[in-house]
Structure formats: C-alpha cells, structure tokens
C-alpha cells in the first residue's frame, strides 16, 4: 500500500484474525500469545504501520454516554430497570444511549459495535437468548470500554455483575408450593444457556430434593412466554398424570399457563397451583392474582450503573470484580393455596 497509510483492519485481514487481536498485540496485551504479538508487531513494523492520532485523541476525550443493551423494553423488567438506570445517570450527569436485542444475536453484536463506533465511555448489557458466544464483549473490554452484566450475565468475560437471587427465589417458591400440598410441579423455564435459567432451575430441583420429591423430566419444559406456555400447559393438563401446580420462570409465561387451566375449567388454587417470577403489573391485574417471586428490576438498574460509574471514574483502581445480588420476595397471592 505505497500510497495510503495501513489500517488496523488491513493488518487483521492480512494475517487473518480479528481487529480485537491486532489492537491488543499492538499494545503489548498480557492475554495474547508471545508469537501472536511478535507477528502482528513485526508485519506493523514492515508495512510502516502508525496510529491514527486524531481517532486516539478522540477516544481519549472524556466521554459523558453509557450505552445501555437490553433484550426487551415492554418487559415490566426491563422497563423497570430502566428506569433505576436513568435515576442514576441523570443524578451522575451521565447520557444513555439505549439498544434493544429482541433476544437476537446478531442485533446484540450489531448494538456492541455501534456503541464502540459511538465511543461510548462504559456498557450495561443483559445478555440475549440467542447469545452463546461472547467475542463481541470482549472487544469492549478490549478497547477499555468497562462492561457490567445484569441479570442474564456472561461468565466468560471479566466483568463486574448485577443479578437476583434467582436460585433462592426458585427455591423458596418451589418449597411454598410443596408445603401447600403440591406435588408433581411442573417447571416452565428459558433456554439453560442463560444463568438465570439455570440458577432457578437450581433452586426448584433442590427443593424437590429437600422434600423427597423425583424429579419427573416431562415436567420440565423450555418454554418461557405468554403464547407458547398456552399450548405446553394445555397438554400438560389433559395429561393421565397431570401437574397440580406450575412454577413459571417469569410472570409472563405465568399467565400464559393461568389462562390454559381457566380455559380447562380446572379450580385455581384448588387443583391447580400457579406461581410467576417478576412481580409486574400483570400480575396483580390478572384474575385470579398470581402468587410471584418478587424481583426489584429498578434496584438491579440502580446498582448496575452505581457499579458502572465507579468503574468509569476510577479506571485501573479496581482490579477485582464486583457481584452484587439482589434479593427476592415470595409474594402470596390468589393462585396459590
């Protein structure tokens, strides 16, 4: 390239690997291999290589924008959650910049490098559904972006975290639901790929131990919305050996399940014991109202960028990393007995 100047993007087409990998050989990154670092520093040096002064003095400038990745915004969760987010950022004097998944992938790896290009000074993510690889958070790391995790965190990237006791909401609701006679509890939850997932399944397998309960497999169903709980249930319920009680990952798909049994004309709580995990306001509109696990989304928010602006402001002085747990609620209603 005798007339224009190489780009980071050239170096890692030339050999092959990520920008991620040429920017961190570049600054002498501890986590990449010595023969790595050696063959991107050399082909930097050969093609005369020189950093884009303008671009590294605008990402020196101090920037005042947190980039905020949900997977929903009409989720009384994450609208909750919101909402402690921007009491913080607004008392801090800090800007959001907010971006929506939809629980997909690649709007997630699209939403992470829009937020690199906005040069935003620190990123508070829930991880989408579909997310079972992390490269594209490790490049905010990378490029010394702070990342904090909240409620659907990501364990592979060194981060500080913000999450519900999600195993002991599970656990105190599936014990609740047994001490109240229940039995065979069937459990309706998201994908295991998430933590949350697996932390309440967690906590409602280990009650079921504590009890002496088996564990019946065909009581354990992925499935974690409105619209596909209807038919699951519904099946389940017009089954010879049919549940007596549901614990539902999220309120949302609570209610999906409530309306199945209404449909059925089973006797709620009577026959059929139902338990959510949210608490929103669909909860207590729902007829009869649903027993839930109450989770404070605008405490996770609060604490999430309380954890993010002290990061942002005291980069370099905290090496370890901060888990903050949020505590949960059983909250007693009319679909249990």
Known sequence: MPNSQITIKDIAKALNVSVST???????????SGATKQQVQEYARQHHYKPNLLA??????ESKTIGVIVPQIIHHFFSSVLEGMMDVAEREGFNVLLFRSRDSFEKEQHSVQQLISSQV????????????????????????????????????IPSNRVVIDDYAGALAATEYLIKTGCHRIAFFCSPLN????????????????????????????????????????????QSENRPDAFFAVNDETA???LHATKH???????????CGFTDGFAAIASDPQLTTVGQSGQDVGRSAM????????????????????????????????
């Open 22 to 32: 040429v920017s961190r050989a570049l600054n002498d990154s501890p986590d990449l």
């Open 56 to 61: 590294l003095s605008m990402k020196k400038r």
């Open 121 to 156: 000074c620190g990123v508070l993510t829930s991880i989408a559904k579909e997310t079972t690889h992390y490269e594209h958070f490790q490049e905010l790391v990378d490029n010394n972006i702070p990342v904090v995790f909240f409620d659907r965190i990501c364990v592979d």
């Open 194 to 237: 998430l933590e949350i997932s697996k932390n309440r399944r967690g906590g409602y397998l280990d009650a079921l131990s504590k009890h002496g309960i088996p564990v019946d497999k065909d009581l354990i169903k992925i499935c974690d919305n409105y619209d596909e709980a209807i038919p699951v249930a519904t099946e389940m319920l």
């Open 255 to 257: 209610l999906g399940i």
């Open 264 to 274: 059925l004309h089973f006797k709620i709580p009577e026959e059929i014991s139902i």
């Open 306 to 337: 309380e954890l993010l602006v002290e990061k942002i402001r005291h980069k370099g002085d905290q090496p370890l990393i901060k888990n903050k747990i949020i505590k949960t609620k059983l909250i007693v209603r009319e679909t249990t007995r």
